[in-house]
């Protein structure tokens, strides 16, 4: 895929977020159809792949202000899943967190990698599978926000955060109440994880926005 003169694969847009400190610096693809148009054949067939990733979704909007409230111990290690653009990687590298952003795109990490840096934080971005995770590590946290689009991904995201979760560890995951959210949730327990909706409420574009706790269960 070439790239532009601004060194992402795609040419890019910039837009802010307000934060409550300072704001975030986000570059993004200007045209959702050429990153659509770039999918091949064989990226489609495997997984009936989208990109997803290109746009900055509803529940990164409610996820954000909840993560700038939150105090990390300054030894905390995240992993985000799904970083699309990186926007939640970015504030918190901006809290000076040490944070993996993931994606299965390489575009999309390409432009998490940028967003990260213009961000001033220090970028760790893996591109990476949920089903085949390169990690020998575990984190304290795990990030992740509008992963859930499909009933395929149920199982290897649950599967991931279990494999990915320290003792003692905790996941939080946002999303805005799509049609396979409450299966998420009730797999989780399977799965070991014991749940409880920390926050609910209006989100853009006339979503509801719930951000879930999951942890391990002894």
Known sequence: MAQNQSGLPFTPYEFSIPGEQQSLKVMAPADPDAVLGAITEDQFGKDKYSPYWAEHWPS??????????????????????????????????????????????????????????????????????????PF??????????????????????????KALLKTGGKAWIADPCRTWWDLFKQRSAFYGFSSAVLSRGPGPRKSTIEILELKLMN
Do not use: M
Request: glycine fraction near 4%; proline fraction near 4%.
């Open 60 to 133: 990164a909007h409610v996820l954000l202000p909840f993560l700038s409230r939150q105090t990390f111990p300054q030894n905390t290690q995240i992993c985000e899943l799904g970083s699309g653009l990186g926007v939640i990687s970015s504030l918190l590298a901006q809290k000076l967190l040490s944070t993996i952003a993931t994606d299965i795109s390489p575009a999309a990490c390409v432009f998490a990698r940028t967003n990260i840096i213009r961000n001033n934080g220090t970028a760790r971005v893996v591109c990476c599978d949920w089903r085949s995770l």
């Open 136 to 161: 020998k590590r575990t984190f304290n946290l795990i990030i992740a926000s509008d992963i859930l689009y499909e009933e395929g991904w149920v199982e290897p995201i649950l599967t991931s955060i």
